[in-house]
């Protein structure tokens, strides 16, 4: 079988239903895109056909139920070819009505340039960026394995599915992939399987212009099966190909299907010119005319919508199926099925400070009573899982439980070595799965390797959690390669990512409370290296609703307020000291959550005094100066830090109580 027969008689296509269902994906794509005048048109009528067969023949889902939990994942790496998953997700029955489709790419749409989750019924991740797809896959296949350790238990099977992923060359271009592919290999994610559109053209011209690599003795190197298909039309080849992936269940596998982008159409086929601009009206009618296609635009022919009721009784069947096993499960295994709700992640229970324990005196680092918090939520909360990128122990990120390894996925501690972007990418397919509570840490300063992937779990409201330790130039002789000072800052300009940098350990475990509450997107804790002073509890339940708190309180009315975050909250206390000493009355506010302080502060429900306020933050001012009115004033840094002991470099860079306490004096005008 080589594919769709052209030359056909007209409003058909020849050959098998199959054959005319590849022809009908091609056209509704093409269509789409030409609808919108905008779009990426080549890889759909490249990778109809694997598509078709994937999704006909050998994918377990069900359009009636998309979010049926035992269904299998499916993944768009390649994100600008959304019209193909568009009208594949149209002709298999899912709620997207052929005006979704003449819609695409149209504001207020289920069908925009690139999947969002959330916003098309079947679209399991936001793809676009490219890399992140394959990286989502990868924490997805994990939580099915993770899952499957823990509730299939007693003879009973309700974790039991496959993630499928396909990528284009430049997902294998970007390093993410490298990242998430070897650890994939490594863990032997045997249900996971990645198809390759290997068609040798990026928008630029032929891949092998900038890339000649040998892909499948890469994916071998990282422990995976390798499979091909010669002829990306050969639907045979393709099942046969699928069918033996799915054998294999001890390893991950990789099949590269040699297709031609921009198929059927000669004045573009094989060439960048079908990457990224529609077809044009010209080229889609001698295209019609070629595959003797109706002229009408979207056109499903009634054979194809008979062949898919078919299938859609079958899926519905298997999904009834599981449902009658799920209903035992949950009655065999009530507690497991309290934990792990299969179709959405766990809420958490509250984490409430001990009074007893976090009274005010002694000092600890930040990073430290993260640990012990940590250590609390994880004895409560069975569904809470993450790891590091190789800095466990200097992050307190190991929640025992056992670790995460091959053929062993019941532990709960997931060792992702040196590979922060494929890390964060792979706790947001964990977070989409559903069932688990991810969570992930490094050094503040090694954010910028995985931002990309915690924007997109800001976009797609992902409830993760990133630890971030070692928050400031405090971290000393290591030098300013590993000194934040921005990345702070640059954190908080995210949309929809809660960034709490608590000043004690009091703060860090409500930090960690309210992280775990928060199921509405994800949350970046920020801590630190060093001894902190315990200021205790007090005024605590005012830093949860409204994100700062009174630390220190003169009698009387303040002359002035230093309001710091983190470890600079000790610092505005030393040079309120100072201060007092001179006969100044200082007020010292911990301001944990800016954003929150901000929106308190806008509404009224938080008050400053009428006093002049220094805002202290061992980072730039850009943030704290839209906070500062005009007669206050900001310290803060503005260059890259230095090698020598923390509190040298601190010192060295402005950061002392005594100049906290120069620029109150020089605001007060005393």
């Avoid at 009505?97 to 999947?115: I, K, M, N, Q, V």
């Avoid at 949950?330 to 099925?337: G, Y």
């Avoid at 306020?613 to 980072?619: F, I, K, M, Q, T």
Wanted: aromatic share 6%.
């Amino acid at each position: 079988m080589t594919g769709v027969t052209e030359h056909a008689a007209p409003g058909a296509a020849a050959g098998t239903v199959d054959e005319l269902a590849v022809t009908t994906l091609r056209f509704l794509a093409a269509d789409a895109v030409q609808a919108a005048n905008s779009g990426h048109p080549g890889m759909p009528l490249g990778t109809a056909p694997a598509a078709w067969v994937l999704w006909s023949r050998h994918l377990r889902h069900d359009p009636a139920d998309p979010g049926w939990p035992d269904r299998d994942r499916f993944v768009l790496s390649a994100g600008h070819g959304s019209a193909l998953l568009y009208a594949l997700l149209h002709v298999t029955g899912y709620d997207l009505p052929a005006d979704e489709l003449r819609r695409f790419r149209r504001l207020g749409s289920r069908t925009p340039g690139h999947p969002e989750h959330g916003v098309t019924p079947g679209v399991e991740t936001t793809t676009g960026p490219l890399g992140q797809g394959i990286a989502n896959a990868v924490g997805m296949a994990l939580a099915e394995r993770m899952l499957a350790a823990r509730c299939n238990t007693g003879g009973h099977r309700v974790v039991d599915h496959r993630t499928w992923a396909l990528v284009g060359d430049g997902c294998l271009m970007e390093g993410i992939s490298h990242e998430a592919a070897s650890l994939a290999g490594r863990l032997g994610l045997g249900k996971l399987t990645v198809i390759f559109d290997d068609n040798d053209v990026t928008i630029d011209g032929p891949a092998r212009r900038t890339c000649a690599d040998d892909v499948e003795a890469r994916f071998r190197a990282y422990g995976w099966r390798t499979l091909r298909v010669e002829d990306g039309t050969d639907l045979d080849a393709l099942d046969h190909a699928y069918a033996d992936a799915a054998a294999d269940d001890e390893r991950p596998t990789f099949i590269a299907v040699r297709t031609t982008i921009g198929h059927g159409v000669p004045e573009v086929a094989g060439t960048p010119k079908a990457h990224g601009s529609p077809l044009g009206e010209a080229a889609l009618a001698a295209m019609r005319r070629r595959f003797s296609w109706p002229s009408e635009p979207f056109h499903v022919p009634a054979d194809v919508r008979a062949a898919v009721a078919a299938r859609r009784r079958r899926w519905a069947a298997e999904r009834s199926e599981w449902e009658r096993a799920h209903a035992r499960w949950r009655a065999d295994q009530p507690r497991l099925a309290a934990e792990f709700p299969l179709d959405r992640v766990p809420a958490p229970p509250r984490l409430a400070p001990p009074a007893d324990r976090l009274g005010a005196g002694g000092a600890i680092a930040t990073r430290k009573a993260s640990a012990a918090a940590l250590t609390a939520l994880a004895d409560a909360y069975p569904a809470l899982v993450g790891g590091s990128a190789d800095l466990a122990s200097s992050t307190g990120t190991a929640i025992g439980g056992g670790d995460v390894a091959p053929g062993a996925f019941g532990g709960r501690t997931i060792h992702f070595g040196v590979r922060e972007h494929a890390m964060a990418a792979a706790l947001n397919g964990i977070a989409l799965h559903g069932g688990l509570r991810p969570f992930g840490s490094t050094f503040l300063v090694f954010s910028d390797y995985l931002r990309p992937a915690l924007r997109l779990a800001a976009l797609m409201r992902l409830p993760v959690v990133h630890v971030f330790t070692h928050d400031s130039v405090h971290v000393g002789e290591d030098g300013p390669t590993h000194q934040p000072v921005e990345h702070v800052e640059s954190l908080r300009l995210i949309p929809g990512l809660t960034v709490l940098r608590p000043a004690d350990a009091a703060e860090t475990r409500l930090a960690w409370e309210l992280a775990a509450a928060n199921l509405d997107g994800p949350t970046a804790l920020v801590l630190s290296r060093q001894d902190l002073p315990v200021l205790g509890s007090e005024n605590l339940d005012e830093a949860r609703r409204h994100g700062a708190r009174t630390v220190t309180d003169p009698p009387g009315a303040p002359d002035v307020v230093l309001a710091a975050s983190g470890s600079e909250v000790a610092l505005a206390r030393e040079a309120a000291a100072l201060l007092a000493d001179r006969g100044i009355a200082a007020r010292v506010v911990s301001v944990m959550w800016r954003e929150r302080f901000e929106e308190a502060l806008t509404t009224g429900a938080f008050r400053l005094p009428d006093a002049p306020v220094v805002w202290v933050e061992a980072g730039v001012r850009t943030g704290w100066r839209a906070v500062a009115g005009p007669l206050d004033a900001v310290v803060g840094i503005e260059r890259f830090g230095e090698s020598g002991t923390g509190p040298e470099v601190a010192a060295h860079l402005g950061l002392s109580a005594e100049a906290v306490a120069r620029t109150a004096v020089r605001v007060l005008g005393s």
